[in-house]
């Protein structure tokens, strides 16, 4: 059996492999041609420590624990929710500023009107560019849970939020076992 092609189809087909061809050869070359960059992210700049208090030094206000050199993570988030229930406490809902991201919270903390003596300093290492952040360099994240509960997270040494290293003051509760319907 003989196959006859048409010369019109052979042409047709000869023009469309042609022109693949060189549309594959044209992504190929742009490809080479592209620099491949990776979006990383940078790495966070970890503040400067507070020196640590003397033992005799008597009780200390919260923002004097925040970042103390000899603390730990831990320590900094149940001395930043100190700040917060302070903050929380002495202002009335209806005079409080807006609470919800780590700024908002950075300025009432700073605000001596509003706290006093027990006021973050504005140039305590736990401020950077108006922003609260951890002792690894990363920002708290601000979670309002209602009007007088706010969670506070810190991305934990990973620097990278809601894995295992987190902190989280108040602690996340598990849900509570649903009793099975019998």
Not at 21 to 31: C, D, E, F, K, T
Not at 49 to 76: F, I, K, T, V
Not at 125 to 144: C, E, K, M, Q
Not at 151 to 163: E, H, I, M
């Amino acid at each position: 059996m003989k196959l006859a092609l048409n010369p019109v189809t052979w042409r047709r087909g000869a023009w469309l492999i042609a022109v693949l061809l060189i549309l594959a050869v044209g992504v190929w070359w742009w490809q080479r041609s592209t620099p491949v960059t990776r979006s990383v992210a940078p790495r966070a700049i970890p503040p400067t420590l507070l020196p640590p208090r003397a033992p005799d030094a008597g009780p200390a206000q919260a923002w004097e624990r925040l970042l103390a050199a000899d603390g730990s993570g831990r320590e900094d988030a149940f001395s930043l929710r100190e700040l917060v229930d302070t903050l929380l406490q002495a202002v009335p809902v209806n005079q409080r500023p807006p609470l919800g991201f780590d700024t908002d919270l950075a300025r009432g903390l700073v605000d001596v009107t509003m706290l006093g003596e027990a006021a973050l300093p504005p140039t305590h290492p736990a401020l950077r560019d108006g922003r609260l952040i951890d002792r690894w360099g990363n920002p708290w994240l601000v979670h309002p849970l209602s009007h007088d509960v706010i969670q506070l997270r810190s991305a934990g040494p990973d620097g990278r939020l809601f894995t295992a290293d987190d902190l989280v003051s108040p602690a996340e509760v598990p849900p509570e076992p649903k009793e099975s319907e019998t």
